[in-house]
């Protein structure tokens, strides 16, 4: 066995991909949920189930809550401590507050981190955001939304608090995911107004995103976290990038994608984007990470995804 990661945010779209990479890589995944199972349903009931094929989950565990702490004690040992999980209600929203997420992202770190370590864990691996500041590279440098505010505060915190500790400090970049298992992102907007006989309209088609599909992602955060477990490194940094396209050239190929596949014509309604509310630019620059993954069946499995929520009618 390549070592235990404890993973927080493990029933999110990208944390159960990555959960299932992490296993599939001989990694032995400990998975604590917030809330209880019965809180679950439909997408997100989805995932849980698919994660409880992977990884030891448990409900009802908080970040930072003597409950988590009593399960590290009672894990027979760690090896990565890998907090995916964030505050992230309402992060679309110019109101979102960015001090209470911090509070939320990092509520009893210090402890939790002390406890991780006394059970063994050498690494802590964060995950980052291409929003937060320093990230993204283009000719804008700052934190993008409060959000990503918010994801720059979290990292500092956690490097200080990690440091503190004695633990190596990871961060792993995420960019613009997509794939199954996902939840009212842009995707699933698309797809809902195909299947509906719409035109789904595509607002920002200038901003040049830097789109990866899930399971490179994961696959990428598991050679990730293998190469950092081996590193003498205190702080290291992986930024995976996938395929750096305008949204709307994104848009484009996933319409293609779904046409062939579903025996339709996906049409799409780019706007006229004159207002540049982010940065036009915001990728990484890393794209060796996840690499050899089977894109066609990324599509295949992508479309099908859609397709039977559509069946199941749980897109509204």
């Known amino acids: 066995m390549a070592g235990t990661v404890l993973l927080t945010g493990a029933s999110s779209f990208t944390g159960v991909w990555i959960a299932e990479a992490l296993a599939e890589a001989g990694f032995r995944v400990i998975a604590p949920l917030l809330r209880a ?6 997408v997100r ?12 989950v448990s409900f009802g565990r908080a970040f930072g809550s003597e409950t988590l702490l009593a399960d590290i004690r009672a894990s027979g040992g760690l090896d990565v401590l890998a907090h995916h999980a964030a505050h992230i209600t309402g992060y679309r929203e110019p109101g979102f507050d960015a001090v209470d ?15 991780a370590r006394e059970a ?71 797809f809902k ?31 990730y976290v293998a190469k950092a477990l081996g590193d003498d490194a ?23 994608e779904a046409s062939r596949r579903l025996g339709r014509d996906c049409r799409l309604e780019l706007a006229d984007q004159t207002v540049l509310d982010e940065p036009l630019v915001r990728v990484n620059d890393q794209p060796a990470w996840g690499a050899g993954w089977d894109e ?8 099908a995804w859609y397709a039977a929520l559509h069946k199941r009618g749980v897109m509204d």
């Open 101 to 115: 997420a911090l509070a939320r992202n990092t509520a009893g770190a210090p402890a939790l981190l002390r406890v």
């Open 120 to 190: 063994g864990a050498r690494l802590v691996v964060l995950t980052g955001s291409v929003f937060e500041a320093g990230e993204g590279g283009g000719d804008e440098p700052g934190a993008v939304t409060p959000y990503g505010l918010s994801k720059t505060l979290t990292s500092q915190t956690f490097d200080y608090w990690t440091r503190d500790a004695g633990l190596s400090f990871g961060r792993f970049v995420i960019p613009s995911p997509y794939g199954a298992l996902e939840e009212r992102r842009f995707g699933w907007h698309l």
């Open 45 to 56: 009931l989805d995932r849980v189930v698919r994660l409880e094929q992977c990884a030891q």
């Open 296 to 303: 066609e069946a990324f599509w295949d499995g992508y479309v």
């Open 193 to 223: 107004t195909w299947f509906a006989g719409g035109v789904p309209e595509v607002r920002t088609p200038r901003y040049v995103r830097d789109h990866l599909a899930a399971p490179r992602l994961a696959k990428a955060y598991a050679e």
């Open 234 to 256: 205190r702080t290291t940094v992986a930024r995976p990038s996938g395929w750096i396209a305008p949204q709307g050239e994104f848009a484009q190929r996933v319409a293609a």
């Open 37 to 42: 199972r019965s809180d679950y349903d439909g």
